[in-house]
């Protein structure tokens, strides 16, 4: 999620990034207005309802594997850039391993000490366990997605189904505290005892990950031409798979039906798989757009801006929704609903694309990618030279 400003970027890669931050933080913010992961926030009114419709259509599971993979994504630009300047794979294996470390450690301060929703860490976890397959032929790593899938669709049911029965049974699935001290206590006890770990299997980030590693190698979202009608079918099937998959958990999520707690966790785990393929017709569309759009137009700039520096206000965005939603500061969100808690997240973001073009404007780095490329990279060459 780092960036360099002294080479080649990609527009639609910076679009997809700065965008995602968008999507990111209106999935967060339901989360501080009474959503639980199984469960949309009750409506206050007739918006509310519409925008929990919109979320889980177009946000809810959809947000997620599209940063995932993104990241994925941007793991072979780091990969080629170290083969490119002549090193080894070993040095590049390293790096990855470092950035898997820092990004545990990052991941750490937002959720632990900042008190956010975060992903860093289990991004970080993910990545500890893959790296060997970044180096593996194109074959070996079809066959890893495939059989990683298949595990998850037999592991998502099981697991969520268990958990919406324990949310029933005792409300096991809030998410909110009452208090910094009880968020404190509560995210360092699950982080210490393989939280980022365990996120990885109730949410299927590795494959959103590896798929943005293929779709890296074939060099997909690189604005070549000849890869266009290709992206226009991931895009229209994607789509197209991504609504069908969230017709039931909308209807359910909405009060719309009634299911069992099993029958619920098997929606949800039906949401998040079809989510996957729609955070790839995600980039897809991106991935067509980037042509056709040129730095100097005025609502893009901003955007690419954000999506360069797309740690540094992950990490600010989501110390801000605390600030402005939790229950024990603002809490804005629980006490007037989803419409308002979006309207913040909103408001957040284009903060965030202000700054973000200051910055720009500036030719400077965000500070926290900035920091995070210095402990990744231990020599000032690599800082200077490298791609995210």
């Known amino acids: 999620m780092n960036h360099s400003l002294n080479t080649k970027r990609f527009i639609s890669l910076d679009l997809a990034r700065g965008m995602m931050l968008l999507l990111v933080a209106l999935a967060h913010a339901s989360l501080y207005a009474g959503s639980t992961l199984l469960s949309r926030p009750e409506s206050m009114h007739s918006m509310d309802t519409f925008l929990n419709y919109v979320s889980v259509f177009v946000v809810d599971n959809r947000a997620r594997p599209m940063f995932a993979f993104l990241f994925g994504y941007g793991l072979t630009l780091i990969v080629a850039s170290y083969l490119k300047r002549n090193r080894t794979t070993r040095d590049a294996k390293m790096s990855l391993y470092r950035r898997a470390l820092y990004l545990l450690i990052f991941g750490f301060f937002l959720s632990v000490i900042v008190g956010g929703q975060d992903i860093l860490a289990i991004y970080g976890a993910a990545l500890l366990c893959i790296t060997w397959l970044i180096f593996k032929s194109d074959k070996i790593l079809i066959r890893a997605i495939t059989i990683i899938s298949a595990l998850f669709v037999v592991i998502l049911p099981v697991m969520w189904g268990s958990m919406a029965v324990m949310q029933q049974n005792e409300n096991a699935l809030q998410l909110t505290h009452t208090s910094y001290l009880e968020n404190f206590s509560s995210q360092f006890i699950q982080f210490i005892t ?34 266009k009608p290709f992206l226009k079918k991931v895009a229209i099937v994607g789509l197209t798979i991504s609504v069908i998959g969230a017709i039931p958990q909308a209807l359910y999520s909405n009060g719309i039906i009634e299911l069992s707690p099993l029958l619920s966790g098997l929606i949800f785990s039906l949401h998040m798989i079809t989510g996957i393929i729609g955070g790839v017709s995600y980039a897809a569309i991106f991935g067509l757009l980037g042509p056709k759009l040129v730095q100097k137009e ?91």
């Open 298 to 388: 005025v609502f893009v700039r901003p955007i690419t801006a954000l999506g360069k520096r797309s740690l540094t206000f992950f990490m600010l965005n989501e110390a801000l929704l605390v600030v402005f939603l939790s229950t024990y500061t603002l809490n804005l969100g629980e006490t007037f609903g989803l419409t308002v808690s979006w309207s913040v997240a909103f408001g957040i973001w284009l903060l965030a694309l202000l700054i973000a073009t200051i910055l720009e404007k500036k030719q400077l780095n965000g500070p926290m990618d900035h920091l995070f490329r210095k402990l990744v990279h231990r020599k000032p060459r690599e800082e200077k030279q490298g791609i995210d």
């Open 194 to 227: 393989g939280g980022p770990f365990l996120g990885n299997l109730a949410l299927p980030i590795v494959v959103s990950i590896l798929l943005g590693i293929w779709a890296g190698r074939k060099k997909l979202l690189n604005e070549q031409p000849d890869h």
